[in-house]
């Protein structure tokens, strides 16, 4: 929780950062820089929870797959 939370604050920085440049607007910057890294953020945290649970998957699946039986060699 700690990774989003300092990705949340270094993304509600940058937002504002580019709008104000784009718009001299202090307002618009700021109602930029709340809305849309808030979605983000949790978006964000949606995607991180998606990851954790496809790596827990493939992490089952090398677990329960059958070992490579043996290889022999006949020799005649």
């Known amino acids: ?3 989003t939370i ?3 604050i270094t993304h509600f ?3 504002f950062t580019v ?3 784009m718009t001299g607007d202090l307002l618009i910057s700021s109602l930029a820089a709340i809305i ?3 979605v983000n953020t949790v978006a964000y945290h949606i995607h991180e929870k998606i ?4 790596r827990e998957r ?3 699946q090398q677990e329960q797959a059958p070992l490579a039986p043996e ?3 006949c020799i005649s």
């Open 13 to 15: 920085s940058v937002a």
């Open 6 to 8: 300092t990705f949340a």
């Open 36 to 38: 849309e890294p808030a």
């Open 71 to 73: 290889s022999r060699v």
């Open 51 to 54: 990851w954790e649970r496809r």
């Open 1 to 3: 929780m700690t990774k």
């Open 58 to 60: 493939q992490a089952a």
């Open 19 to 21: 709008v104000w440049l």
